[in-house]
């Protein structure tokens, strides 16, 4: 398992570097990479309607599926209808917000057409909302990471993203396993560690001295910074990274599984695959639009 684990994940990482790359020659940066959001968010948008299954649980999917692909594709708004000039860059946010509160009047809309009796509409309603927003949403912040600066700059902040997550990941599966002897949390995610958490923000910070400073160094490019913020970045974002990690263990717990899905043999599935930066992105979106920390 662990053997397929590392393919899978080198397949992972140069699919991931051949999309940026795409993204960075295209004519309209941020296009290539809302293509593969739609793609991976309705991914994520039938994992959570299957785990909400699992606990007898039954949203509609339509408005589910429908809400997610709105609440993404509204990102593309600002790339090819409305351009918003830079100094604005937080504006370009409305069109999610706009977009998934529409996804709640919907969502109204489709219960007043199924109602026969008392009891679940809300509990629908909110169902079909907390899986646009968990997928939908926290999307939205990566996709508007990517444009938030210019075309290095807004690629950078994305990779920084990527980086110190994932690293952060690797970080607590391999110090967790070579020296975990204190639980973080026994009943809800009993692999996890202390001792693995505290090599998840040791790994966080590698990763974004390696997206912050080196990487740019290399590409002979200035990020709009404070010295040493690299750092700060590194512990704020591992640590949002950490808790989405465990907040998708609190999901699955609650719903009796173990993984989002069977897709990603020894990963999971694509939620397994993207809790941590679903959650750290919307931090990451912050940090970067304070001036890069």
């Known amino acids: 398992m662990l053997r397929w684990r590392i393919i899978l994940g080198a397949v992972l990482i140069a699919s991931l570097t051949g999309l940026l790359v795409l993204d960075y020659r295209?004519?309209?940066?941020?296009?290539?990479?809302?293509?593969?959001?739609?793609?991976?968010?309705?991914?994520?948008?039938?994992?959570?309607?299957?785990?909400?299954a699992a606990s007898g649980q039954k949203p509609?999917?339509?408005?589910?599926?429908?809400g997610t692909l709105a609440v993404i594709l509204s990102n593309a708004v600002p790339l090819w209808w409305r351009p918003v000039p830079a100094e604005f860059a937080l504006a370009r946010?409305?069109?999610?917000?706009?977009?998934?509160?529409?996804?709640?009047?919907?969502?109204?809309?489709?219960?007043?057409?199924?109602?026969?009796?008392?009891?679940?509409?809300?509990?629908?309603?909110a169902?079909?909302?907390?899986?646009?927003?968990?997928?939908?949403l926290t999307l939205s912040f990566g996709l508007q990471l990517r444009q938030l600066s210019g075309n290095i700059e807004g690629l950078l902040a994305l990779a920084a993203l990527v980086i110190v997550v994932k690293l952060a990941d690797i970080g607590a599966y391999t110090?967790?396993?070579l020296f975990g002897r204190h639980k973080m949390a026994p009943v809800l995610s009993p692999g996890k560690t202390l001792e693995g958490a505290g090599g998840a923000i040791v790994f966080?910070?590698?990763g974004a001295w390696l997206a912050m400073v080196l990487l740019p160094k290399a590409l002979e490019v200035t990020l709009p910074q404070q010295p040493w913020s690299w750092l700060l970045?590194?512990?704020?974002?591992?640590?949002?990274?950490?808790?989405?990690?465990?907040?998708?263990?609190?999901f699955k717990r609650d719903m009796g599984r173990k993984?989002?899905?069977t897709w990603l043999p020894g990963f999971g599935g694509i939620l397994d695959v993207l809790d941590s930066i679903l959650f750290a992105a919307p931090v990451a979106y912050l940090c970067w639009w304070l001036g890069g920390v």
């Open 26 to 52: 295209s004519a309209t940066p941020g296009g290539w990479l809302l293509v593969a959001a739609v793609v991976v968010g309705l991914a994520g948008a039938q994992e959570v309607i299957s785990l909400l």
């Open 60 to 66: 509609r999917a339509d408005v589910v599926y429908a």
């Open 93 to 125: 946010l409305a069109w999610p917000f706009i977009a998934f509160t529409l996804c709640l009047l919907v969502a109204l809309v489709g219960e007043m057409r199924r109602y026969t009796k008392p009891g679940g509409v809300i509990v629908h309603v």
């Open 127 to 136: 169902l079909g909302l907390f899986g646009i927003a968990y997928i939908g």
């Open 175 to 177: 110090v967790g396993r």
């Open 204 to 206: 966080a910070t590698l």
């Open 233 to 250: 970045f590194g512990v704020v974002v591992g640590v949002a990274g950490l808790t989405g990690d465990l907040a998708e263990s609190l």
């Open 259 to 261: 993984d989002s899905s």
